[in-house]
């Protein structure tokens, strides 16, 4: 079904392939225009992104990316409210596609009540408005996508908002060994690359009508793990789970015995980078064996490129296509989330 390219164009009305082919440029864009946006920063000493969703996960990837780079503590707040050591030397960053996700609305109100330096990064919506009107920065991105398809803006911005603010250098030559990477992996997994030669369409295959369970390993691949399980259920429209190494070593991996059917059910995803520990790699192996038996299957998808930024974002890229070709398979649109629109209407009554 997945090599029949008239059936999936029928079924992607909004354009999600289009997207996810056009990543490279998207963070091209991104950072021409982050080129163009300058503030005025002074004396950080921690830095808050503040978002939901696909826009968090940009932030969490700048964190991991960084780990070992940056001397002054990034966090990541998904909460309604902000942290208490949030205050005049904090960078906040208040990342919303939309501009209009009440979670990131109310920590950029307390945030500013905190006196911090604040940035947003936005298409527009109240986040923009109000920005402007309180006289912080703003960085305005493109319209036009699904938030979580705008992982290159909301990645690439907060990355060059470090650099404007003096916090890291120039991270411009590995954003574009990225890209490069980024536009040679889609050749392999676009849908004009047949299913036997195609790794999206073989792991979409593998994941329909079962439960991906994507393992990722803690200071590498964690937030891409956290990324391919909520592209299955946004774009897939399937449930989906993910867990990290080590710490799953530690309690999850009792309960690959019960229930068993279920388990069977069950495709465990092992995502892997060359930067992981060496006793993780070790760990990876000897789960396999106790729960190999146990699932239907344990997968491996090895990161591609010759940099850490180019590693995550290849396995973000091959989730990704991985995610809408199962859409596909499930028969639907990847681009509509109809079950989040109601939520945000029941909760605006
Ligand atoms: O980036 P934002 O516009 O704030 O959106 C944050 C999140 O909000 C909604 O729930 C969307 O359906 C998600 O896909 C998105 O990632």
């Known amino acids: 079904m997945l090599d029949d390219l008239n059936k999936l164009q029928e079924l992607d009305k909004e354009g999600m392939l289009d997207a996810v082919y056009h990543l490279p440029e998207q963070m091209e864009e991104a950072l021409s225009i982050s080129e ?16 939901m969703g696909g826009s968090a996960i940009g932030g969490d990837l700048v964190r991991v990316y960084l780990m070992d780079r940056v001397r002054i ?6 909460a309604y409210s902000i942290p208490a050591f949030v205050d005049g030397s904090t960078l906040f960053i208040a990342s919303s596609y939309s501009g209009n996700t009440e979670e990131t609305l109310s920590t950029y109100a307390e945030a500013k009540q905190k006196g911090a330096q ?23 991105i493109p319209a036009g996508y699904q938030p979580r398809a705008a992982i290159g803006y ?19 030559g590995e954003i574009n060994d990225a890209i490069g ?13 047949m299913f036997e030669d195609n790794n999206a369409k073989q792991l979409a295959d593998d994941f329909y009508g079962r439960l991906p369970v994507i393992y990722g ?8 793990a956290q990324r391919w399980k909520g592209q299955m259920s946004e774009n897939g429209k399937a449930m989906a789970y993910y867990n990290v190494f080590s710490e799953l070593n530690h309690n999850e ?4 015995e019960f229930p068993k059917e279920l388990l069977k059910k069950f ?14 790699k070790r760990r990876m192996e000897i789960t396999r064996e106790i729960i190999e038996d146990a699932v239907y299957k344990v997968d491996e998808v090895q990161a591609v490129g010759g940099t850490r930024l180019a590693r995550l974002f290849s396995l973000i890229y091959i989730g990704d296509y991985t995610s809408v070709y199962l859409a596909f398979l499930n028969g639907t649109d990847p681009s509509p989330v109809k079950r989040i629109s109601y939520l945000k209407d029941q909760l605006a009554k």
């Open 154 to 172: 909301s990645f690439v911005t907060t990355l060059m908002t470090l650099y404007k603010a003096g916090i890291i250098d120039d991270p411009k």
């Open 253 to 256: 991996i009792v309960g690959f």
């Open 181 to 193: 990477v980024l536009k040679d992996l889609r050749e392999q997994l676009k849908p004009e690359v």
């Open 267 to 280: 495709v465990i995803v092992y995502l892997q980078d060359d930067e992981d520990h060496p006793r993780i």
């Open 118 to 140: 604040i940035v947003a990064i936005t298409t527009g919506g109240k986040l923009k408005e109000m920005a402007l009107a309180d006289g912080y920065p703003v960085l305005t």
């Open 217 to 224: 390993s803690a200071g590498t691949t964690e937030i891409v």
């Open 73 to 78: 503590p990034i966090l990541v707040n998904r």
């Open 36 to 51: 163009g946006f300058n503030f005025k920063a002074s004396n950080i000493k921690n830095v808050v992104v503040s978002g």
